[in-house]
T-cell receptor, first 112, second 111 residues
Framework: DAGVTQSPTHLIKTRGQHVTLRCSPI?????VSWYQQVLGQGPQFIFQ???????GRGNFPDRFSARQFPNYSSELNVNALLLGDSALYLC???????????FGQGTRLTVV | SQQGEEDPQALSIQEGENATMNCSYK?????LQWYRQNSGRGLVHLIL?????REKHSGRLRVTLDTSKKSSSLLITASRAADTASYFC???????????FGEGTQLTVNP
């Protein structure tokens, strides 16, 4: 079985631009979460979706938004990019809530 | 904000030695999970321990959980150079809506 897949793996954007990151969960997993990891720190929670509904939101500005599709895949959108948005963005899927979370390889976003 | 704090921040040992990493957290939890990360790539799930469990084993890994002290430890026995990585603990609250990670421990295993 394929694990969690994220695309693209690397991305370079200019300040002020918009970016869309994509995630496909493990087959059968209904929960998808997004995390931001800045170099040298632990991941920070951004969003969680379960059964296509938002279940949690971290302390991130409204420039960050996400959604989950009927096939349980998910997109993370970031508007008006800032230099500080440069980070590794990680997607995780769970079968159901409060079970093991399995992470993708991440999308490395660089904002210049 | 970070809930967990890992200790030590960095650990360097020789192959064959045991490595122990500790994690403390602040709020009530449903479960605590340990992850490994190599070179800033994706996190690999190692083990999940629930709040009503005290100890769990998986291969060379042993995890303990003390909810009264709000702390957990990860022991890697007979370490190998391939164990070199960053290790993170993450707590899940009852709502199950998020994992809260610590800052991680950088483990270096010297051949």
């Amino acid at each position: 079985d394929a694990g969690v897949t994220q695309s693209p793996t690397h991305l370079i954007k200019t300040r002020g631009q918009h970016v869309t990151l994509r995630c496909s969960p493990i087959s059968g997993h209904k929960s998808v979460s997004w995390y931001q990891q800045v170099l040298g720190q632990g991941p920070q929670f951004i969003f969680q979706y379960y059964e296509k509904e938002e279940r949690g939101r971290g302390n991130f500005p409204d420039r960050f938004s996400a959604r989950q599709f009927p096939n349980y895949s998910s997109e993370l959108n970031v508007n008006a990019l800032l230099l500080g948005d440069s980070a590794l963005y990680l997607c995780a899927s769970n079968l159901v809530l409060n079970t093991e979370a399995f992470f993708g390889q991440g999308t490395r976003l660089t904002v210049v | 904000s970070q809930q967990g704090e890992e200790d030590p921040q960095a650990l360097s040992i020789q192959e064959g030695e045991n490595a122990t990493m500790n994690c403390s957290y602040k709020t009530s939890i449903n479960n605590l999970q340990w992850y490994r990360q190599n070179s800033g790539r994706g996190l690999v799930h190692l083990i999940l321990i629930r709040s009503n469990e005290r100890e769990k084993h998986s291969g060379r890994l042993r995890v303990t959980l003390d909810t009264s002290k709000k702390s957990s430890s990860l022991l890697i026995t007979a370490s190998r150079a391939a164990d070199t990585a960053s290790y993170f603990c993450a707590t899940a609250e009852a709502s199950g809506s998020r994992l809260t990670f610590g800052e991680g421990t950088q483990l270096t295993v010297n051949p």
